[in-house]
């Protein structure tokens, strides 16, 4: 194994070692939360939806980051148009249900969605 893959690989082995803990941890009910709010990303689609999902946790599972990494093979990886296009997508809640229209619009322009996918923006407003 080259030396890059075995780094690689050891710090994902040692990642996975302490979120074992830290899971078993939180099942002893000392935490007000009984699960890990991390959540492991291992690609930038992976990390978009991660952050998303400790505000709307319903995009947790919701095939956001296969259709990111879907349209990044098509536009290319960090392109501006793959944030355009997710935003889009998740005001129309074609990947998941919002309580409200207004719910899902504010959550195409929030920033957490632009932040982690296009951090060369320092401030969005609208």
Do not use: H
Not at 21 to 27: D, G, P, S, V, Y
Not at 48 to 66: F, N, W
Not at 88 to 94: L, N, R, S, T
């Amino acid at each position: 194994m080259k030396t890059t893959q075995k780094y690689f690989k050891d710090l994902k082995d040692t990642v996975d070692v302490i979120y074992s803990l830290a899971e078993k941890a939180r099942l002893k009910g000392l935490d007000p939360i009984n699960e890990v709010e991390i959540p492991l990303a291992m690609t930038m689609a992976e990390k978009v939806v991660g952050l998303i999902s400790t505000i709307y946790p319903q995009m947790k599972s919701s095939g956001i980051a296969k259709r990111i990494t879907s349209l990044e093979k098509k536009y290319g990886k960090l392109d501006p148009t793959v944030v355009f296009k997710i935003a889009e997508e998740v005001a129309k809640q074609k990947f998941c249900k919002f309580s409200s229209l207004n719910r899902s619009i504010y959550s195409r322009d929030t920033r957490v969605i632009f932040s982690s996918y296009l951090p060369n923006f320092s401030e969005i407003s609208w």
